[in-house]
């Protein structure tokens, strides 16, 4: 049996046909052209992409898209008070700080995300918004998971009874993807590093999550045949080849459907950051209280 593969980049189009009718909606109705803009400090090259990737598909979906450079020294009062004007900008629907931030700041990493503006907060890392995920309220969701619920939707994948397992329990994928999957009414296992016989509790999954960060850690042996697999893993080996969390070659020999990587759901998260973007303006123009 070979696994069905789920195409990152034709799910990232549908997404970006509905982010798009969104746009024309919010201008026809409100006059208002989202706006996004990206804080990037410092030169990290694979930050660099990420940050220029996102710029081009904004600007390509025709929201505003802006990037403000910051130099690798920057303090962290400076970037506060950045991120307290662009709080204020009418015309700035949605703040994104590129992370990590260089060394010299990086312990005030959650400080400077919690200073967002929560209803500004497109990746959905601040507190508020992941309490309101927590409790069933979703508010601006963190786009990796969110995308990954995504494409479940628009490849009829159900979800509802379904065995889930995530491995990985970080902020930004693995606990977000837990309440997403539990709301959609899924009995969920989050694994992690201490979790014993790992293998046992993955193979029981009919939809398995690996965002663990080790190359080709998913095996054959570790799923049910069957399941459905979301590889979010992005691991970088030699100079240029990325490979994900699971074994593609070999898992999709048992899997029923695959996402690959790259073009699995690396490429829904850009589009789903266009869908918050516009999604935080909407829920500006509703003037919502958080
Ligand atoms: P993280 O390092 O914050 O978390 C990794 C998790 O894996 C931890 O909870 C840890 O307990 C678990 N883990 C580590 N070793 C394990 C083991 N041996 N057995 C079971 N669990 C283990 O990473 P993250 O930020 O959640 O990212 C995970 C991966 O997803 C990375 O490869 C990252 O690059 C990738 N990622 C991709 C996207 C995307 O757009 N596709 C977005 C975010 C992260």
């Excluded at 506060?80 to 060394?103: E, K, M, T, Y």
């Excluded at 459905?228 to 990325?242: P, Q």
């Amino acid at each position: 049996m070979s696994a069905r593969i789920l195409d990152g980049k034709f799910y990232a189009s549908k997404i970006k046909e509905e982010t798009k009718a969104a746009i024309a909606n919010l201008q026809h109705n409100y006059g208002v052209t989202p706006g996004l803009t990206v804080v990037i400090v410092g030169e990290d090259p694979a930050s660099q992409i990420y940050v220029a990737n996102k710029h081009k598909t904004g600007l390509e979906m025709g929201i505003g898209s802006e990037v403000i450079r910051l130099p690798e020294a920057v303090g962290k009062e400076e970037l506060l008070a950045v991120i307290a004007r662009l709080n204020q900008d009418v015309n700035v629907h949605g703040i994104l700080v590129q992370l990590p931030l260089p060394q010299h700041i990086k312990q005030y990493e959650t400080e400077i995300v919690n200073s967002i503006d929560p209803l500004k907060d497109v990746d959905g890392f601040h507190p508020v918004n992941a309490g309101k995920l927590a409790i069933g309220e979703e508010g601006l969701v963190p786009c990796t998971p969110n995308g990954c619920i995504r494409l479940l939707e628009l490849a009829d994948i159900p979800v509802e009874g379904k065995r889930a397992v995530v491995i990985g329990r970080s902020n930004i994928v693995g606990k977000p993807m837990f309440h997403l999957l539990l709301a959609r009414h899924a009995t969920v296992t989050v694994c992690h590093s201490r979790t014993q016989n790992l293998a046992e509790v993955t193979r029981e999954a009919d939809i398995l999550v690996a965002a663990i960060g080790k190359p080709k850690f998913v095996t054959p042996e570790m799923v049910k045949p069957g399941a459905v697999i979301l590889d979010v893993g992005i691991n970088r080996v030699g100079e240029r080849k990325i490979v994900g969390d699971v074994d593609f070659e070999a898992v999709q020999d048992v899997a029923g459907a695959i996402t690959p990587v790259p073009g699995g759901v690396g490429v829904l998260t850009i589009a789903m950051l266009m869908h918050n973007t516009v999604r935080a303006a909407q829920l500006q123009q509703k003037k919502m209280i958080y």
